[in-house]
């Protein structure tokens, strides 16, 4: 056994192997062995062995073994420059001749498999457009696709497929990619693989199996999106992944439910190194962690397909053919490619826009219409990576993947964009954006960035003059045109002795989003001084292209970097010369001042330990990792035990159907809604339209809606004056999705009168007096007066915690479908109020009850937008089905979605508090505003917060006065915790006020005013089951509470920049249930002893199916694989009082005790069979039950509900406690969260995961709320969607345990549980207080007064500001 000793070709630090190789020592390494190696993939790496030489490859993170040298010479052994090489003179345009390729022939037909079935588009017949996603051409041709489509923009992750394809160098590649924005075409001689085709619930694949049996799917929407992103990159790394590797991967696959831990956990089962993982459910008896044992995983295959896919490039042809009214040509050499652009250049007319496709990643953000589509992406010589002695050639149609193997710029190039776009995406594409788009500050890539300051050049090939030449970026930018030329390829050269590199990024969240600034900088050392010539620093979204500053490079020049007199004048400079275009200006100014601290920091030939963390380009995240503690029972099994989700399985192979995958009746037409833009009188055209757009079938308009009065939810169609912003005005009818939205696009809208200055904010309608009127908004306690009297302080506060947009991954879908025999709708939509939306559409439509049948399987997600925000869109689809006569599907976009529909409630509060020196609160008065939108929808919001807003603090005295504010914007509606949580959050806000002023924990001063137990709430609840103190004292003993506020107060001494915060807050949520009688459940057991069940409340995510399903098995006692839960249908459901509303975090209980009810009936109508046949088997009892014409068939009701312990109508209360920890940068406002222990009181659980789910789920997405989630609007109105920032897995708590506290059984519940779905959402004030804490440390040593955050979310820029980083303190030593 010999260690081989591995260092890379530019002289970087050794690479480790994880295990020793076994070789002769007297003969090179053989062949084709695979070492394993921790390293990045592309890499040349130099092999010593035996005192012999050779140069391997690194692919897929493999080392492959060669020759005794690489196909380019092995770079030679490189002696220190002492000075910085002149610059080398580039020789002018030179003659190109094309590399020599393999001919290949020409054809219309385009062929590639999908899941192992070969498909063939022609060219010359089909009617579809030449960039039809892939995605779109599958669903519209391919039944059981088991696909899914959310944003359409390539961003959420749900669309991914696996491509299977031969790369340049004739190996197999399997990469994940985004099968919404890949145009089908693209894929001629390729595979496609979905979740469907490497498994089915009959015969799973570990990876779909691994997910559900982890509980890592919740609604269900992004998961086969998460199995093929990891089946992928399975098949692509085949010797195998480290946990690390798994744990990082999930960074362009959006999931709003689970907080991302279970995924994880699922994607690390399959690490080589698993066990050291520790991730395991475990009971309370335990006390203790575990780790999962490691999925035994087969080779994954993909379907053997030998006749088409996957094709070398030269076999798969030059595709090329008109489709629709652009020319698509496909060429697989570049002599084809030269050839190519020649003719074009010669045609008569000439096409106005040749688009060069290499992956087409970027053309959801810059949308084109082109003349004609060549794709590149095919071309081997433009995929191909060389090391040379000097450097490397990375070739032009080279995937950012691929690219990203060059270690100087491997971590910065994994924040941004996702995997699965730089699967596709390819490194000349991405140069190519910042040449054409030459305003950085609308999409700024940073790989442009990244390659000007490796001091990269580019070579472009002119097929007109035949010619290619040599720029620099900084050239290549101010190029007059680009028109018939092409990238070829990239040259980076090696670094020297010497060279400091800093790449620094900071955005509003860490990964996958938009830049507020970045910046690659570097330069070289000799003899303590900076050589000259050395300098190169370009920053990222400051201009209308990378930015660089000649000037202060320059004076860099031949100085010492440790002069701090010299580095101070510096950053003068620099100040004064960056100028922002866009944007926060001053965080923007700032981000750069501080990144070039950071360069400096490098700089150093040693540091003080204060300052070594603030020299880090961002802060690092850990393998994340956690614990979940939990007692079960048997005793009434199944109900108790951690089972995973019944449909889970189903949601992972694709065969679990949402609205969007029923298949599609013929001539079924898709609809998209044209939104107003402005407030005022308005006229549609929609002229010239239908010569555009093929497949055009003309607008619905409001003179075709029966009823358009207002009702749930508003006007259908805004008619001749719009009301709001994002009303709809029209709706335009295609017979594909993509040609729905095109032609909305191009409906013109005229508007007169319109309305100059809007109403968006809370602000804004105070100062127009612009309010609802509404009387019962109040609630006194006590006399606020007095209490105020006798406080030793008084302290008025005003804060404001925005909006939030659900981001269900499912967006609004509805498919109606008329019937001809009675003039009425079958309406499919995804709704989480099936009954009520059927009333509504009868309303509008002017049917009876007996003509409108809305059903639902499952929703992909809710959260409380779906409830009244799926009125309309399903108001929609039903007028245009019933005015054409045709069928309709309407399934939004994402971002259309968000423009449309309202949001969570907005709020901004104005308080006043009373309190003495020892931090008792004796007097609150609160006058809180919310934002209701348009229409008034926030009643219920307001009442909720009313029961809410003492938390759990015994405050004699009360005054609190809401007013609710009429804007210009949709109506907003309920979201998880709708009321309850800015309830909490503003009596946590008090707390936080309190311990500002007296300079205490902010923990303290929540014990010292704590309920006590038979304490009543302002609103008359009596506390007789409380256990906050419990809980409390508990999680404080789990987190090491005391050690943790130790530690955070000796690091914050210890470091200038770098600061750490924490926090404990606990929460009261007051359920109640809305009515005696809210859900009914169908319950039917067959002729064969399986039973058939109907529930009214709505799956959409929560685990409602599964508890209920638990409950009849338990009751029937029959396993619960003979129970099948039916489609919602208001045939059945709403018969009788049923009002079938999920919501409210009570759905589950009641719907399980409506089964328990109908169960009781059922075995009541057994009980004689039984007699007669005590030791029959239960098929049989049914058979003979059958026999006797014994009806099992009850719809029953929730009957039997406690009653209400307060006239809000509240029956318990859930309560919980967190404790949090966090790291902030401050001179960039990056936050870490690092520790998060969460406790709570759930009762008995009648399924611990699906609950602890519902705990980790709902905390992230108050994480999301408090830090990333932020709205911004213009001063019209308008808002960009797609920088709205949901949280990925770098922002969930690197360590989350969870615990769910108490074995005590609810009374109120049929199974002994309590509400959870919503509950924990609102403890994520914790996230607030932990992040001020860190600021305020930084502010007080900047000599700042620290202050509470103004406005939640407390994004970056807000962080930094409050902390008060000025580059005038920044010190090197």
């Not at 920049?1057 to 606990?1066: H, Q, R």
């Amino acid at each position: 056994m010999q260690r081989i000793l591995v260092k890379q070709a530019d002289g970087h630090p050794t690479v480790a192997f994880r295990e020793t190789i076994d070789v002769k020592h007297s003969s090179m390494i053989p062949n084709g062995t695979v070492l394993q190696m921790v390293g990045r993939e592309g890499e040349w790496v130099k092999v010593i062995s035996g005192g012999k030489l050779g140069y391997i490859k690194a692919r897929n993170a493999k080392l492959i073994v060669g020759a005794k040298k690489s196909p380019a010479s092995p770079p030679a052994a490189r002696p220190a420059a002492p000075v910085a090489p002149a610059p080398v003179p580039r020789p002018a345009a030179v003659p190109f001749t094309p590399p020599p390729a393999a001919p290949a022939a020409q054809s219309t037909v385009c062929t590639f498999t999908f899941n192992g079935t070969r498909y063939t588009i022609d060219t010359s017949k089909t009617t579809m457009d030449a960039d039809m996603s892939t995605h779109d051409w599958i669903v519209q041709n391919v039944p059981n696709s088991g696909l899914r489509r959310s944003c359409g923009v390539g961003r959420c992750g749900s669309c991914v497929c696996m491509l299977t394809y031969t790369d340049a160098t004739g190996n197999t590649a399997y990469r994940s990619f985004n099968s919404c924005i890949r145009p089908v075409l693209a894929n001629n001689g390729m595979s496609i693989t979905s979740s469907i085709g490497i498994g089915t619930t009959a015969s799973p694949h570990p990876v779909q199996k691994a997910l559900a049996d982890h509980n890592g799917t919740q609604c269900g929407f992004c998961s086969v999106g998460m199995v093929m992103h990891l089946y992928a990159k399975l098949q692509d790394s085949p010797q195998g992944l480290t946990v690390a590797d798994l744990d990082r991967m999930v960074d362009s696959n959006y999931c709003r439910c689970t907080g991302y831990r279970p995924i994880l956990d699922a994607y690390k089962s399959f690490a080589v190194n698993a066990s050291e993982a520790p991730q395991e459910h475990v009971s309370l008896k335990e006390r203790r962690a575990k780790a999962f044992k490691a999925v035994e995983l087969p080779r994954p295959i993909v379907k053997p397909v030998t006749d088409v896919a996957p094709q070398p490039p030269a076999a798969r042809g030059n595709l090329r053919g008109t489709v629709g009214t652009a020319e698509w040509i496909q060429v697989s050499s570049e002599a084809a490619l030269s050839s190519t652009l020649q003719q074009l250049s010669k045609a008569s007319p000439a096409p106005q826009d040749i688009f060069l496709v290499g992956g087409h990643t970027s053309v959801p953000l810059f949308p084109r219409n082109s003349d004609v589509y060549v794709q590149v992406g095919t071309i081997p010589s433009l995929q191909v990576c060389e090391v040379t002695d000097i450097g490397v050639n990375i070739g032009a149609g080279c995937s950012l993947t691929d690219v990203i193997a060059y270690q100087r710029i491997a971590e910065h190039g994994h924040l941004s964009p996702g995997s699965n776009i730089r699967n596709t995406g390819t490194i000349g594409g991405n140069i190519m954006i910042a040449y054409e788009h030459q305003d950085m500050s609308a999409f700024p890539v940073d790989w442009p960035m990244l390659l000007q300051a490796t001091r990269a050049t580019v070579t472009i090939v002119d097929c007109v003059a035949s010619t290619t030449q040599v720029f620099t970026l900084d050239e290549f930018y101010n190029m007059p045109s680009m028109k018939f030329k092409y990238l070829q390829k990239f040259f980076i050269p090696f670094s020297n002795a010497g060279d400091v590199f800093v790449t620094c990024r900071n955005a509003q969240r860490h990964i996958y989003a938009e830049a507020e600034c970045a910046s690659a900088m570097r330069c070289n050392i000799q003899g303590g001084k900076i050589v000259a010539n050395s300098v190169f620093m370009v920053f990222n979204s400051l201009g209308r292209t990378p930015m660089r500053y000649p000037a202060i490079e320059k004076a860099m020049y031949g100085i010492d970097p440790t002069d701090q007199g010299v580095f101070q004048n510096l950053c003068a400079q620099l100040a004064a010369a960056i100028q922002p275009m866009s944007g926060n200006v001053a965080y923007k100014r700032s981000l750069a001042l501080s990144h070039f601290y950071k360069f400096f920091l490098n700089m150093q030939p040693s540091l003080p330990a204060s300052l070594s963390l603030a020299a880090r380009p961002w802060i690092p995240k850990g393998v994340t990792q956690g614990t979940q503690m939990y007692q079960t029972n048997t005793s009434r099994s199944p109900v108790g035990q951690p089972i995973p989700k019944v449909d889970g399985l189903k949601q992972c192979t694709g065969e679990a159907q949402y609205v969007q995958n029923i298949p599609l009746p013929a001539n079924c037409l898709h609809a998209c809604p044209v939104l107003a833009t402005s407030i005022g009188d308005f006229t549609v055209s929609d002229a010239g339209v239908a010569d555009k757009v093929d497949g055009y079938h003309g607008l619905i308009l409001a003179k075709d809606v029966p009823n358009n009065k207002h009702n749930g939810g508003g006007t259908t169609i805004a008619d001749k004056v719009t009301g709001h912003i994002g009303a709809v005005v029209a709706v335009v009818l295609a017979d594909t999705p993509q040609r729905a939205v095109q032609a909305a696009e191009l409906v013109q809208v005229s508007y007169t009168n319109v309305k100059q200055q809007l109403i968006m904010t809370c602000e804004d309608a105070i100062a127009a007096g612009s309010f609802f009127a509404d009387s019962k908004n109040t609630l006194k306690q006590g006399d606020v007066a007095t209490g105020f009297a006798n406080s030793d302080y008084v302290v008025e506060d005003v804060w404001n915690i925005d909006g939030q947009y659900h981001f269900h991954m499912e967006t609004q879908s509805c498919l109606a479908i008329p019937n001809v025999e009675n003039g009425g709708l079958e309406v499919h939509a995804a709704t989480q109020l099936p009954v009520v939306c059927s009333d509504l559409l009868c309303e509008t439509l002017l049917k009876d009850k007996s003509q409108i049948v809305v059903k639902n399987k499952r929703c992909g997600g809710g959260f409380g937008g779906k409830l009244l925000n799926s009125i309309l869109p399903a108001k929609l689809a039903c007028v245009a089905a019933l005015t054409r006569v045709q069928p309709v599907s309407l399934v939004l976009e994402q971002f259309t979605n968000m423009k449309m529909l309202g949001l969570r409630v907005p709020w901004r509060f104005e308080t006043k508090v009373g309190f003495n020196k020892d931090g008792t609160i004796n007097a609150v008065q609160m006058r809180p505003y919310l934002n209701a939108g348009y229409l008034n929808q926030s009643k219920g919001s307001v009442t909720a917060f009313l029961g809410a807003m003492d938390n759990c603090y015994n405050i004699p005295n009360w005054d609190i006065a809401c007013t609710i504010c009429k804007t210009d914007l949709p109506s907003n509606t309920s979201m998880r915790a709708p009321g309850w949580l800015p309830g909490i959050y503003n009596a946590e806000r008090v707390i936080s006020v309190v311990a500002s002023k007296l300079n205490m924990l902010a923990a303290d001063v929540r014990q010292k005013n704590f309920y006590k137990k038979g304490d009543v709430t302002p609103y008359g609840f009596p506390l007789n089951n409380w256990n906050i103190d419990q809980l409390w004292d508990n999680t404080k003993q789990s987190a090491g509470w005391q050690d943790m506020v130790s530690q955070v107060n000796t690091f914050n001494q210890s470091n200038k920049w770098v600061k750490k915060g924490l926090a404990l807050v606990p929460t009261k949520f007051a359920v109640g249930y809305s009515t005696p009688n809210a859900f009914d459940v169908e319950v039917a057991v067959n002729s064969d002893g399986s039973v058939s069940v109907m529930s009214g409340g709505t799956e959409i995510g929560q685990g409602l199916t599964t508890k209920v399903t638990q409950t009849i098995a338990f009751l029937l006692q029959i396993p619960m694989e003979r129970i099948s839960i039916l489609e919602q249908s208001t045939q059945v459901l709403g018969k009788h009082l049923g009002e079938d509303i999920t919501g409210g975090s009570i759905s589950s209980e009641l719907c399980c005790l409506a089964s328990k009810n109908a169960c009781h009936r059922i075995n009541e109508a057994l009980a004689p069979v039984r007699k007669l046949m005590p030791d029959a088997p239960w098929d049989e009892v049914v058979k003979e039950a059958y026999r006797l014409g014994i009806p099992l068939r009850f719809l029953a009701m929730d009957e039997g509900q406690a009653k209400p312990l307060d006239p809000a109508g509240h029956v318990y209360n859930t309560y919980g406690v967190a404790a949090l920890e966090c790291t902030l940068d401050s001179l960039t406002g990056q936050v870490h969260l690092d520790k998060a222990e969460l406790t709570f009181d759930i009762g008995t659980s009648a399924n611990p995961v699906i609950d602890i789910g519902q705990i980790e789920g709902a905390f992230v997405m108050g994480l999301g709320y408090t830090l990333t989630e932020a709205i911004e609007y213009d001063t019209k109105g308008a808002m960009n969607a797609a920088d709205y920032l949901i949280p990925t897995p770098w922002e969930i708590p690197q360590t989350m345990n969870v615990t769910l506290a108490t074995e005590v059984a609810n009374p109120v519940t049929t199974n002994g549980g309590k509400a959870i779905g919503e509950p924990p959402m609102t403890f994520t004030y914790a996230a607030i207080e932990a992040v001020q804490m860190a600021v305020a440390a930084a502010a007080a040593d900047n000599g700042k007064t620290p202050q509470l955050c103004l406005k939640a979310p407390f994004t970056p820029d807000r962080r930094f500001a409050d902390s008060g980083a000025m580059y005038t303190a920044f010190k090197l030593a």
